[in-house]
């Protein structure tokens, strides 16, 4: 789960990091209320989980609570890479002198966390790592975490200061403890800026969150927001069921990850475009499947329904049974192609067959059968 | 030779009691394995489809000798339960259980890995454990011995090694090599995690180094690098002919696809990446799975045939393609498998590299 700027604050703050006060608004009237209670000149930064905000509009500086007001309600009513801006952070501005950037990151290859820093933060930090990535420092860290000297000397380097050198130490040590204890797969500090008083202040935060760390973390299902998601996808979470949207029409219901990953590549192998990825799981009921449908039949553009069953744990009449359920409940305005091999085909098949449907046992004839009922349908 | 599990495998379930515990214990006992023993906390005395349940994997070890472990307990008891058949002496722990926090899987990683460096470093444990997942279907040596939730109807011996960091999509692919007539000495899923025990790279060396492996699958994914270390690891030191097959050529940048390891960040772990660096090295990519077994049947061929006309009095000249192969039971190696030793011998390399071209 990747938090919103204001959720990763509020964590930074729980750990004692440096950063500057602020509150979100969802309407133009809160966001002047905030700017009036912070007083000087404010930034308001559309709370959207994508890149880019500033560039696309989403960034504002307001002197004062009236042009806080305007501000935020241009913000409210953009949309940055097709997400709407719903939510808005009104934070204290500051002055900038300097801008460093500060991350952690699991390093999957090493099997370890790795800490990365440069002395050029802000917003090209991409371009640099593209350019010269020389200029970003880079040091793995021990599952105990690092030593406040180890720390100091990453950041000797980069600022002429002590007390600077000391204060930024004092952040990644900080960093460390949101990143291990807070299960994190990504902290990040970009821009960590040096005001021209000489103070050390996270000017943007960005977590993402190891969702298999969810049942330690009870606070983290107040950071979900419903509305972040799309129907499909929260019923997909409720039920157990990995669902990604594509733009495709070509709905897939698979189980396992591997397998549906290379259906959909299938599909597109065979000149089709698919229009998901759904995982059913392993050990997959009949409710599974109801649910499958559901979620893939909210996309309109869906044109045809592949389920693409190899039964190992799943059990095919588990499946069948579904898939007849779902069509007694309501009956399906798309065609439905069926894969199924493996444990109790036989049986799922006999199901099927009671309800005038088949399935085929080929992977391939099945995606190439559903790509041409998807013609059908467009002609 | 199969690769960690042969008929000398002696397993312990962690998790018996449980309802996939349960289940898999009596698919894996209806294969023929031999499950010795159980453990779940609390529940020592009962027995699980004839299988003894003990409080602890130290009594169950002491008990019933077993070498290997397999792991279904639900995530947040784990990690814990892998360090408990590390500590315990298990040779090969196998976890199976999905949803592991990272944090947790590193610490079990580098727990292991440090085990296997100086084993009797004050631990209790003397063994030099192998972790196989998490997040894994486990593995399987066809018509030997099953850790894991594979199913076996669809695997076949022969000479054929398969891994892979998926489920289904393993057994999809094996059925088609079955289909084909081409038999597996072992197929072992690495897992879908980010962090896990047993890479790539590890098990291409046991094949490598596995009498009875001709050809290897592999069966990679998007996310990570570990199928680019593969194709380097490949390039300088396996002999035996490889064919790879990468999903999520279409998945989406920046979204997990399933699998807590399957997301491409930051623009590295695209599979137009891994079949590059798979190609540059030598190694046949499938562009879809039903490519696969013709790929590997012409590469077995292939080698055959080289190797039948360059060493004539070889061992395995004149052997007929896996499809003919006849049982493997029948032959001499299977008699003689060491009660435990491949579990035990866990990741150190045998010494004998055979000049297989």
């Known amino acids: 789960m990747n938090l919103h700027e204001y959720q990763a604050k509020e964590l930074f703050a729980r750990h004692g990091l440096p950063v500057l006060p602020g509150q979100v608004a969802t309407t133009p009237e809160e966001a002047r209320n905030i700017a009036t209670s912070l007083g000087d000149t404010v930034v308001l930064k559309a709370q959207v989980l994508v890149g880019g905000r500033g560039k696309a509009g989403g960034v504002k500086l307001a002197r004062g609570a009236e042009e806080a007001y305007h501000a935020a309600r241009a913000i409210l009513g953009l949309k940055i890479q097709d997400l709407p801006v719903r939510k808005v952070l009104v934070a204290r501005a500051a002055e900038i002198a300097r801008e460093l950037y500060l991350s952690i990151v699991l390093d999957r290859a090493a099997q370890l966390p790795l800490v990365m820093l440069s002395a050029e933060g802000g917003v090209e930090i991409e371009e640099v790592a593209r350019v010269s990535p020389e200029k970003i420092v880079r040091r793995h860290v021990s599952l105990d975490g690092l030593r406040p000297y180890q720390a100091r000397s990453l950041f000797r380097p980069l600022l002429a200061d002590g007390s600077q050198v000391s204060q930024a130490a004092d952040i990644l040590l900080r960093l460390w403890a949101v990143f291990r204890d807070g299960d994190c797969t990504l902290a990040e500090i970009n821009p960590l800026a040096v005001t021209p008083e000489g103070k050390l202040v996270a000017l943007d935060a960005k977590v993402t969150l190891d969702d298999n760390a969810e049942f330690r973390h009870r606070d983290w299902n107040l950071w979900r927001d419903p509305e972040d998601e799309t129907p499909g996808a929260r019923l997909a979470r409720e039920r157990g069921l990995s669902y990604v949207k594509l733009d495709g029409d070509i709905g897939c219901v698979v189980n396992g990850a591997g397998l549906a990953m290379a259906t959909m590549d299938l599909v597109k192998h065979y000149g089709g475009e698919p229009a998901n990825f759904l995982d059913i799981g392993g050990s997959s009921s009949p409710d599974k499947v109801t649910a499958a449908l559901k979620i893939i039949t909210s996309d309109s553009r869906v044109r045809v329904i592949l389920f693409n069953i190899f039964g190992g744990i799943t059990r095919c009449d588990d499946v069948a049974r579904g898939i007849v359920q779902s069509l007694e409940q309501s009956p399906l305005a798309v065609p439905l192609v069926i894969r199924l091999t493996g444990t109790n085909e036989d049986l799922a098949r006999k199901i099927l067959a009671e309800r005038g449907l088949s399935a085929t046992t080929s992977m391939d004839e099945g995606v190439r059968a559903a790509i041409a009922k998807a013609q059908e349908v467009f002609a | ?357």
């Open chain 2, 1 to 357: 030779m199969s690769i960690l599990i042969d008929k000398g495998t002696r397993l312990l379930v962690q998790g018996i009691t449980g309802r996939d515990g349960g289940f898999h214990t009596r698919q894996m006992l209806d294969y023929g394995t031999k499950v010795v023993a159980g453990v779940t906390p609390g529940r020592g005395g009962e027995k699980i489809h004839g299988v003894p349940v003990f409080d602890s994997v130290a009594e169950a070890m002491a008990a019933t000798r077993a070498n290997t472990s397999m792991i279904v307990v639900p995530a947040p008891f784990a990690a814990d339960a892998i360090f408990e058949a590390a500590d315990a002496g298990v040779g090969l722990i196998v976890c199976i259980t999905e949803g592991i926090p990272v944090r947790d899987a590193l610490a079990v990683v580098h727990d292991i890995a440090a085990l296997r460096k100086s084993p009797d470093s004050g631990r209790p444990a003397r063994g030099r454990p192998r972790l196989i997942g998490p997040n894994c279907p486990g593995l399987i040596s066809p018509g030997l011995s099953k850790v894991g939730i594979l199913p076996g109807q669809i695997c076949k011996p022969g000479s054929v090694g398969v891994v892979s960091r998926s489920g289904t999509l393993t057994y999809e692919v094996v059925h088609q090599l079955s289909q084909s007539g081409l038999g597996q000495s072992t197929c072992l899923g690495v897992g879908g995690d980010p962090v896990i025990g047993t890479t790539f790279v590890d098990t291409l060396a046991l094949f490598e180094d596995d009498s009875e492996t001709d050809a290897i699958v592999l069966i990679g994914e998007i996310g990570g690098t570990d199928e680019e270390e593969a194709a380097q690891f490949i390039k300088r030191r396996v002999r035996k002919p490889v064919v790879a097959f990468i999903a999520g050529q279409t998945a989406p940048p920046g979204k997990r696809m399933g699998h807590a390891g399957a997301i491409v960040a930051g623009g590295t772990g695209q599979a137009s990446e891994k079949i590059a660096a798979f190609r540059a090295v030598g190694v046949p990519v499938a562009r879809v799975p039903s490519e696969i077994p013709g790929l590997v049947g012409e590469l077995l061929e292939r080698r055959r045939g080289r190797r039948a006309s360059a060493r004539p009095k070889s061992r395995h000249a004149g052997r007929s393609l896996a499809a003919s192969r006849p049982a493997r039971a029948a032959g001499p190696k299977r008699t003689t498998a060491k009660r435990g030793t491949a579990a035990r011998r866990g990741g150190r390399r045998t010494a004998t590299r055979r000049s297989s071209r």
